[in-house]
């Protein structure tokens, strides 16, 4: 693991740093811009709920480089909890140097000590770059297919 890089729960301090990147990963990711006020009030509401979820912080050499999103699945067929990865994002100037390799880590701990059935993620179909970083760290890929129905204007 890097010493350079820490990793911490976020703070409400921390919202305008997290918008940022979560409007910055849904340009890269799906070319599309987020209305930033209702990011703001979204990510403002998992502070206010922490039912809702848990972002971490990745800092390296002091400066924020990486955040992500955990929120939990329950699964009767395994009587615990799935952990999923959401929001996952790195300041390019931070790629490549074990930012997201020192989250992963964090959550799994994390995971593990409250007793998780296992970690989760979605990745878009195109990056194949972070597929391959996942793969690295043990992950395995779902023979799933992901539907959806959205009720709102922003999907």
């Known amino acids: 693991?890097?010493?350079?890089?820490?990793?911490?729960?976020?703070?409400?301090?921390?919202?305008?740093f997290l918008v940022d990147c979560n409007a910055a990963m849904a340009r890269e990711t799906e070319?599309?811009?987020?209305?930033?006020?209702?990011?703001?009030?979204?990510?403002?509401?998992v502070f206010e709920d922490s039912r809702r979820g848990l972002y971490l912080v990745a800092e390296r050499d002091g400066e924020p480089a990486g955040c992500l999103l955990v929120t939990h699945e329950w699964s009767?067929?395994?009587?615990?909890?799935w952990w999923w990865f959401q929001s996952v994002y790195v300041t390019p100037p931070h790629r490549r140097h074990g930012v997201f390799q020192a989250l992963y880590a964090e959550v799994e701990r994390r995971a593990r000590a409250a007793g998780a059935v296992g970690l989760r993620?979605?990745?878009?179909?195109?990056?194949?770059?972070?597929?391959?970083?996942?793969?690295?760290?043990?992950?395995?890929?779902?023979?799933?297919?992901?539907?959806?129905?959205?009720f709102t204007r922003f999907d």
């Open 1 to 16: 693991m890097n010493p350079s890089i820490q990793v911490r729960p976020a703070t409400p301090d921390d919202v305008p």
């Open 31 to 45: 070319h599309k811009a987020l209305d930033r006020d209702v990011l703001t009030r979204g990510t403002r509401a």
């Open 76 to 81: 009767d067929w395994r009587n615990g909890d």
């Open 121 to 150: 993620l979605y990745v878009e179909r195109d990056n194949t770059r972070a597929q391959r970083t996942y793969l690295s760290l043990g992950m395995q890929e779902e023979p799933y297919r992901m539907l959806r129905h959205g």
